[in-house]
């Protein structure tokens, strides 16, 4: 056995069943090793940084560490990417990276990077590994980093004499034993009690999810707490999908993209329970501000997001999924309940009033976007898998789109361009049952279009819909708000013919030119298990923020 | 506000780069930092001098232990520990000033370790404030060169 040997059998070990990569000559042996072997299934993309997004998407949905593995140097490089994207949004990943013979580095040879310097600050931690012998405690502590505590990427560099090198001895450890890394799991008991008795006293309570609570996998537990406790919810971006979009007491996402009335409601609450959020500048203009006249309570896993951006009344740092097991094993009085009605009586009024703004669209020249979003909810299967890229498509999905028990995808974080498509690989893998469907304005589909080739090399079913008005839409947007409609390096003039590049990848083509065309066109999209790419053509002048 | 972290990692390579990148890339303020061994060769310590507001402090803290190859963290005050600098510094002396020059060292508590016909070199082990002092009233004549070890800290044996 060998040190490529002994990795493939950690992943074994790990219950690894697909992992996404790219060769080179410096990780090789890890793939002749993984190619003996014939358990895990390696999917080749067609550039590094979709590699870290498949496994992204895959670990969203299996709920399990996403496994990518690229070579040296640029394919190092090229990963960096996909991991800060994982990073910013808190996904587990264990990511191998082919490095240099030991004896090399640092000399500058061919194809080395100094890669776990380059991701020190996108990284929960990285290993540059010395000695084969160490591979079974480093798999198993990269493993357990990545889906504890706070999740988050981990990097692996691998010498290529290293992946060579004799292992006389596989011992894959037990357990892992860090004196470094002990994460909080349980709640304390104290702070649980006081958020308890703070929530007794509160009329005009407010829970706001963030992306924490899919990660703890406690959308069981959150939704039973808003229901016995009558506490209605806003969601930030990636807390989207905790709540069904229409669930009487979910009143949306809030943020400078989000709903009117959702920030209203925040506002005006008496008791704000941030649950997996950390309060960042898209969800929370003035964290200052909210916190006025309210008891704030702020749950999360992270100790240092409590406090990061506002100062909580009540820390709670645990599980979300086990601290909201003991607050939902205390009974609500009927008497608060019945208190809170006219609360929820009177944010149910704002999300009645506060209707959208609706920029005039002639629907006879392009399609409104927010009503073929709609309507694609209503033709989606229940369970159906929504990956939304970066840009306009992004907040029109955000805004307009119908979660029941599916899940809407996106990189909420770092606001990669490009993520859907990879990202809507890897989800498909993992639930191969289910309906996945990548949503992308032009500029982002040709930032990763080329993964269509992977799609059909995998022979993964993923539906495409392309937004496609010509333009960096949503720069498009900020240069119309901020520089009173000059427009600087935002034209995609030279956009392929997308019904050539679906032809291309042998692909059915579908084209929504204007509005009248979505009822007939949609369910032909839709209709058949297989990959579709979809044009729809927007109006460049159209606002996501009206 | 200033503050000491007394930091203890993991004696392996790259750690210091770790730390260090930390405080860059959240903006927080290094005043100094020292690292060496401790009576645990497994184990190093990092004595960090940073300052800034009550939510930076708490922030570098929490970012502190967040860090992987971090096993603990200790914060205080200067008022709560024994701090010391060591500072070497080479002056230029004539026949004039020579005497002015070792009586201040004298007064101070400082040696002079090496000398030459128109250099000496004074070592002074104290607390920040005092190894300013000393530059301070040595200002006057003409300092050539200085090397400064930066902060360590103890917290009081009679501190828990």
Known sequence: MNGADAIVRCLELEGVEILFGYQGAAIAPFYR???????????????????????????????????????????????ITGIATAYADSIPLVCFTGQVQSDMIGSDVFQEADITGAVESFVKYSYLVRDAADLPRICKEAFYIAASGRKGPVLIDVPSDVLEQEVRRFNYPEAVNMRTYKPTVEGNMVQIKKVVGELAKASRPIICVGGGV??????????????????????TMMGIGVMPSEDPMYFGMVGNNGRVYANRALNESDLLLMVGARVA?????????????????????????????????????????HIFEKINAYETEADLIHARKDWIATLTSYRERMTDRIPAIDEMQYTDPRRFIRRLSELLPEDAIYVADVGQNQIWSCTHYIVRNGRFLTSGGMGTMGYSIPAAIGAKMAAPDRTVIAVMGDGAFQMSMMELATMRQAGVPVKLVVMKNGTLG????????HYHDVFDMVELKGDPALSKIAEAYDMPFYHIETGDQIDACLPLFLEKEESALLQVDVDPNDLAKF | MKRIYSVLVEN???????????????????????????????????????????????QIEKQLNKKLD????????????????????????????????????????????????NLMMIQFCDTP?????????LRTVSIVEIARTGCVALTKCGET
């Open chain 2, 12 to 58: 392996r390579a790259g750690v210091l780069s770790k730390v260090a990148g930390l405080f860059s890339r959240r903006n927080f303020n290094i005043d100094s930092l020292v690292v060496g061994e401790t009576n645990d060769r497994e184990v190093s310590c990092m004595t960090i001098v940073s300052s800034g507001d009550a939510r930076t402090i708490e």
């Open chain 1, 281 to 321: 500048d898209r969800a929370v203009n003035r964290p200052d501000l909210i916190t006025e006249g309210k008891v704030l309570i702020h749950i999360d896993v992270d100790p240092a997001e409590i406090g990061k951006n506002v100062g909580p009344t009540i820390p709670l740092v645990g599980d979300i999924r």
């Open chain 2, 129 to 137: 404030e005092r190894v300013n002092l000393l530059i301070e009233m």
């Open chain 1, 33 to 79: 090793a993984l190619g003996e072997s014939g358990h895990i299934r390696p999917v080749l993309v067609r550039t590094e940084s979709s590699a870290a997004h498949c496994a992204s998407g895959y670990a969203r949905i299996r709920e399990k560490v996403g496994v990518c593995v690229v070579t040296s140097g640029p394919g190092a490089t090229n990963l």
């Open chain 1, 214 to 235: 899919h990660l703890a996998d406690a959308v069981p537990q959150i939704r039973a707490f808003v229901r016995d406790n009558q506490v209605p919810v806003v969601s």
């Open chain 2, 70 to 117: 971090v096993i603990k963290v200790k914060t205080f005050n200067e008022g709560a520990s024994i701090t010391r600098e060591l500072l070497l510094m080479k002056v230029k002396y004539n026949r004039e000033n020579r005497r002015d020059i070792m009586e201040n060292c004298d007064i101070m508590g400082a040696k002079i370790v090496d000398m030459s016909r």
């Open chain 1, 474 to 481: 949503m720069v498009r947007e900020y240069q119309h708000y």
